[in-house]
């Protein structure tokens, strides 16, 4: 299924609250923004949000900002930056302004200032620690920093020589003054700027003194005309201050915040810091290492743009948090290739076939439609000769009553080409199988009287002479438990699923498939959904599983739970 061919989604609470907006003329054009930080690469769950926040816009008319919320130095890096953008591109989404939270930084410490002279922010001088044990719990409120009343001309006088670099990290910062008995903690005196002798991406040493996100976010909103601030719940808490801010600042505008569910995904860890810790610790081979949940790694897989917008809008939109099976994502991907991805053979575990009457040095070519439901994808030629690669799994010597497929005396079709029988197994000296002697039914080609034949079993092949050596990688669930940054008792890593990639370093392709540039997408028969991975060559092809044919996990996730 195709994104139209896909019902309207169903309306949802942001839906409703923007529709309303616009209809009573309370905003005259929607912007909403994408707001990142570049310490990291986006993941599935920030695909939800994309995808809300540029379908929101699109829908009522409007535009969306990328803006990059670059106030940590520290942390920050160009390639994130740049990893962020060719994420959000190959989503499918175009933004029309690339902004930064460092662009308004003048504005931002202008904006500190005022502040100040209204005696509603002051520079506090205490350290971290104390500052943290002042801000009491969620029961008890927290108590007054003994530099609280500073008058606004000596903080004012303190945060310009803050700025000016007289002050080592951490000898101030400057707090807000709204309430340090409110029942929202982020009320209680927040901290709005920190001293931090860091070099930045962008402003290079311009600068010093940095701004929390929560000062700067509200306030870049107003600065770009943001109408709507969509934000996952964890902010929900935040919006008090968010609001305090905006009204308490001389702002060009009034942004409205409203959260939603993020995104949870089962057998996985959807947390940047946990992320992290996987690549540093060399469990998963980088940020875009095929069974991480980033979007790098993913697209890597093999996952479409198709298959994860149309998995967002599934999702939906709403208020209660839940945890969404892995098996609806890979759903999403097979509907989406099964309508467009070429069928292609490919053996994985190789296991010789001769057919002992077919001509030694001939070759026949076979004319094998790209797409069994689709004629105008066409068709291809693909040879057939005497010496054949099956699947080993294709065969057993002492096969169960109802094993369809190959065994001593035992007929199949070879998928495209005739009726084979098996005649004779040739083993090692070991008792190992290492080949069958097979004869055809030439009366079972097509055209011919016997085509109709049936028989039970139909099984895939690959000619021995003209297959392709390549390398196949079988990527699985990251973890082997639902939830495992759920267990208190254990350390996440220690639930990662050791059977998460299997490399088989012996498999035979299609000839052809080698030639497929990297990110081609195509179905191997029988077998599951691939794509070519930036790794292949023609001289050395590297093909990464996208997806089984079937969800083969939904049983064993229910299991599980």
Not at 265 to 286: A, C, M, P, Y
Not at 317 to 328: D, L, Y
Not at 378 to 390: A, Q, Y
């Amino acid at each position: 299924m195709t994104d139209t061919d896909r019902p309207e989604p169903p309306p949802h609470f942001i839906r409703t609250r923007i529709r309303k907006d616009v209809e009573t003329e309370v905003v005259q054009q929607v912007v909403t923004r994408f707001p990142p930080e570049p310490n990291g690469y986006l993941h599935i769950g920030h695909a939800k949000s994309i995808a809300l926040n540029f379908a929101m816009a699109e829908e009522f008319g409007g535009r969306t900002h990328l803006r990059f919320d670059d106030t940590n130095p520290m942390k920050e890096e160009q390639r994130y930056v740049d990893a962020i953008r060719d994420d959000v591109g190959w989503l499918g989404y175009e933004w029309a302004r690339e902004c930064y939270a460092s662009d308004y930084f003048e504005q931002l410490y202008a904006w500190a200032l005022h502040l100040i002279d209204q005696g509603l922010a002051y520079v506090d001088s205490q350290d971290a620690d104390a500052i943290r044990e002042q801000r009491g719990t969620l029961t008890e409120p927290g108590r007054e920093s003994p530099y609280r009343d500073r008058p606004p001309a000596e903080s004012r006088d303190l945060f310009e020589r803050m700025r000016a670099g007289e002050f080592p990290d951490g000898a101030h910062v400057l707090r807000a003054k709204i309430d340090m008995a409110a029942p929202n903690i982020n009320l209680r005196d927040p901290v709005l700027y920190r001293i931090r002798h860091q070099h930045h991406a962008r402003t290079g040493d311009a600068w010093c003194i940095y701004p929390s996100y929560d000062f700067a976010h509200g306030q870049s909103d107003a600065i770009e005309g943001i109408t709507h601030s969509l934000c996952t719940l964890e902010f929900e808490d935040h919006r008090p201050l968010y609001d305090w801010l905006i009204e308490h600042l001389p702002v060009p505008a009034r942004p409205r915040q409203i959260e939603f569910a993020r995104l949870n995904l089962d057998f996985t860890v959807l947390s940047k810091r946990r992320l992290s810790r996987l690549v540093d610790e060399g469990h998963v081979d980088g940020w875009d290492d095929p069974r991480m949940p980033t979007l790098a790694g993913i697209r890597r897989r093999g996952f479409t743009p198709a298959s994860i917008r149309n998995f967002c809008t599934e999702i939906g939109v709403t208020k209660s948090e839940s945890v969404i099976p892995f098996g609806a994502l890979e759903r999403n991907l097979r509907d989406d290739l099964n309508v467009r991805a070429p069928r292609r053979l490919a053996v994985l575990n190789p296991l010789k076939v001769i057919l002992t009457n077919f001509p030694d040095d001939e070759t026949e070519w076979l004319e094998l439609p790209n797409h069994p439901q689709n004629p105008d994808m066409g068709t291809r030629e693909v040879p057939l000769s005497r010496e054949l690669w099956i699947e080993a799994g294709d065969f057993m010597i002492d096969a169960p009553k109802k094993f369809f497929r190959l065994k001593p005396g035992g007929e199949v079709r070879l998928r495209g080409a005739f009726i084979v029988r098996c005649d004779e197994v040739v083993k090692d000296d070991s008792g190992n199988v290492v080949a069958l002697h097979c004869s055809f039914d030439p009366d079972t080609r097509s055209g011919q009287p016997g085509a109709d034949r049936k028989v039970k079993g139909t099984i895939h092949w690959l000619s021995a002479e003209h297959a392709v050596r390549a390398e196949v990688r079988l990527y699985d669930r990251l973890f082997s438990v639902p939830h495992p940054a759920a267990d208190k008792d254990r350390d996440f890593v220690e639930h990662l699923n050791p059977d998460s990639l299997q490399v088989v370093s012996d498999a035979r392709i299609e000839p052809g498939v080698e030639a497929m540039a990297p990110g081609t997408h195509m179905q191997f028969e029988r077998t599951g959904y691939f794509v070519v991975d930036r790794d292949s060559t023609p001289d050395a092809p590297v093909l990464n599983r996208a997806a089984t044919l079937r969800d083969t996990w939904s049983k064993i996730e229910k299991q599980l739970r």
